[in-house]
């Protein structure tokens, strides 16, 4: 305790302090025996911090921006009664910004051979696995005048998840699927690659869509209905190089475009298409394949949920030739990068061709809406020059979206907040088209 600690302690018991020499200072100090007893007493009667045990509960994921409670259980095998305060330290990224003293310290009162519990609560802000880093438990005696303190380890990762928000789109697309399947009262006719069944002819059915064996085999005009072919093969591809970090709003393009690739997912599986996961930059950051329908959602959003974007170029040949040994029969391949005109030109156009001369191929990317608004600027000379290199950005997107398209590639190139359903739609085309 500090000499003013000690001068204020003495003045409020009012005790006669006795002075004593410390050889280390230049003068005398005094000691307050009373209060030198009583601090040796709450001292030696503050229980143990070594010999407590701790142990971990709770949830081990959850998804970013959602809560995740974690449960710390502290056992007091001593024969005193443990008085503490607690910090349960996790990374800065496991809390919001501002929240973390509330969320971390504890107050906690443990009798003797008894044990308690204190929940925090981590809201974090980014994706990825998050680890407990330690336990510091600071154990006071009865009056509160002295404690002992000490940290423990006790292991712990909660695993946050991608957020999915495109979710709230995939009623409307199963819709459309339902659609295109026949299996609602508005049907797609004509289209297809599948024969479906036969119904009675309507006004307005396409009048080649009549099978007139089966009206010569009743009395009413018989048409056939078609649906998509099923059992396909979707190869969703991440290109996790420099340009995927680049940040849109609040988040790199990697989190747009992996909420793309989960909504695209849980549609195809649940029109009977087989869907397979390829994160590449130089290498192979993960793979999903072979995954069941009902296993499929939660195997992507475990795979996605540590990719970080790597800050080196992506290598298009090694990307092209990985794609192809991951699906070596006819697939459909989306690849979800970016359309700056340099890595496309110099990257992935030269070995284009080995991948649409066996497979359909989707390029999706990510628009940063912030140039649009950039484009539309006026009003003086600063704003008029962003609106110029705005413009010339889109051009040089448009002209490169041109160039993929001559290779018969479809492409989609919209905002994050649109990007998900846009997918989604252009997937169902190429399924009405029969191109699938």
Known sequence: ?????????????????????????????TVNVPLAVACACDFALAAPVRRL??????????????????????????RRPLKAHIRDAWPPSSWQPGTEVESSRHHLTVPPGERRRVTTRLRPTRRGDRHADRVT??????LGLFSRQGTHKVPWTVRVLPPFTSRKHLPSKLARLRELDGRTSVLTRGEGTEFDSLREYVPGDDTRSIDWRATARQTTVAVRTWRPERDRHILLVLDTGRTSAGRVGD??????????????????????????????????????????????????????????????????????ATAL?????????????TLDAAPVEEGLLPVLPQLTQRHTVLVASVADPHVAGMAKARGDVNAIYEAAAAAQAQTERRRTSEQLRRHGVTVVDATPDELAPALADAYLALKTAGRL
């Open 1 to 29: 305790m500090a000499l003013t600690g000690r001068a204020a302690l003495v003045a409020a018991l009012g005790a006669v302090p006795i002075g004593l020499w410390d050889p280390s200072l230049t003068g005398l100090l």
């Open 53 to 78: 045990g701790l142990s971990r509960s709770g949830d081990t994921s959850a998804r970013l921006g959602e809560p995740a409670d974690v449960t710390l259980t502290v056992t007091n095998p001593s």
């Open 137 to 142: 438990i600071r154990s006071y005696g009865p």
């Open 251 to 320: 988040a790199p393009r990697l989190d747009s475009a992996m909420d793309a690739a989960l909504l695209l997912a849980a549609l195809a599986s649940r029109a009977g298409d087989r869907v397979d996961l390829l994160a590449y930059d130089r290498r192979v950051r993960t793979l999903v394949q072979g995954r069941t329908a009902g296993d499929l959602l939660p195997s992507l959003v475990n795979a996605m949920a540590t990719l970080e974007p790597e800050l080196i170029e992506t290598d298009a040949r090694g990307l092209t």
């Open 325 to 337: 040994r991951t699906a070596p029969r006819r697939s459909l391949i989306v690849l979800l990068t």
